[in-house]
């Protein structure tokens, strides 16, 4: 079964993300708030060792009929906690947008089309997290009017694209731009990312301190595979640039936000 089309989410604006204790939310238990909604450190851990139990189970049962023996390393998946905050917080901020602009969200992408790519088994709650957040974005991105390329978004992109090993680091802004052609997919995420910028300016969101660098969970097709990456919100101190991704995709050619994944 084809996925639908997948189309890059990034934050590239200056989106205000404030410390638990520069709100009085300080809650030592709360990972996050985003409005009215409390993201408890229980709900991150939970989603977060659900994935490494299942994927460590993964790689033992197909080391297994291989007759290998996988070692401690190889057990653990690539995802963080701030991955799964990242999801959490920018799926609820990105419910809110669609709301408000009453856009119906159809349920397109499933977990099991995003496995292979993502290295998570669809079983768990991340990897449904995840295909939610797909669906998601492709219907903003459909409503949402592209934003204009500039050259700080284009970098934005590449820099957190380069992280993966999906492309070649040190290419200059021409070459970036050469190597992404239209940009189709950088002028949605642009889009997006003043949208969401604008919701959480709205409702307030405060982040706990050990996970100050918040990232939109973004993904591009190559054509070949899927490239999953996170672009970090701007927060009062500046941009963050410590980003944490999932395992990365290698690719042999430049992101194209028009392909698909089988």
Request: net charge negative; hydrophobic share 40%.
């Amino acid at each position: 079964m084809r996925a639908r089309r997948v189309i890059a989410a990034a934050s590239v604006a200056a989106l205000g993300v404030l410390s638990l204790a520069a709100c009085g939310k300080s809650a030592p238990d709360v990972a996050a708030y985003v409005g009215d909604t409390t993201y408890s450190l229980d709900r991150v851990d939970a989603i977060y060792d659900d994935v490494q139990a299942k994927y460590g189970e993964a790689v033992r049962r197909e080391a297994g009929q291989a007759g290998a023996s996988p070692s401690p390393e190889q057990l653990r998946s690539a995802v963080t906690r701030q991955d799964v905050v990242n999801l959490l917080v920018s799926l609820d901020l990105g419910k809110r947008v669609a709301a408000a602009k009453n856009l119906q969200v159809p349920d397109e992408v499933s977990p099991e089309q995003l496995e292979q790519n993502l290295r998570v088994p669809a079983s768990t709650e991340y990897a449904k997290l995840w295909s939610e957040w797909i669906d998601l974005l492709q219907a903003l991105n459909q409503q949402l009017p592209p934003a204009d390329l500039s050259d700080d978004s284009l970098m934005a992109v590449y820099d957190a694209l380069t992280k993966t090993g999906a492309i070649q680091g040190g290419m200059q802004v021409a070459d970036v731009r050469r190597a992404f052609g239209d940009g189709g997919f950088v002028r949605s995420a642009t889009a997006l990312s003043a949208a969401l910028e604008e919701e959480a300016d709205r409702v307030d969101v405060t982040i706990n301190p050990r996970f100050r660098a918040v990232g939109v969970p973004s993904v591009v097709s190559t054509g070949q595979s899927l490239v999953f990456y996170s672009l970090p919100y701007i927060n009062e101190e500046g941009p963050v640039t410590d980003i944490s991704t999932p395992e990365s995709v290698p690719s042999s050619g430049s992101p194209d936000a028009e392909g698909t994944a089988s």
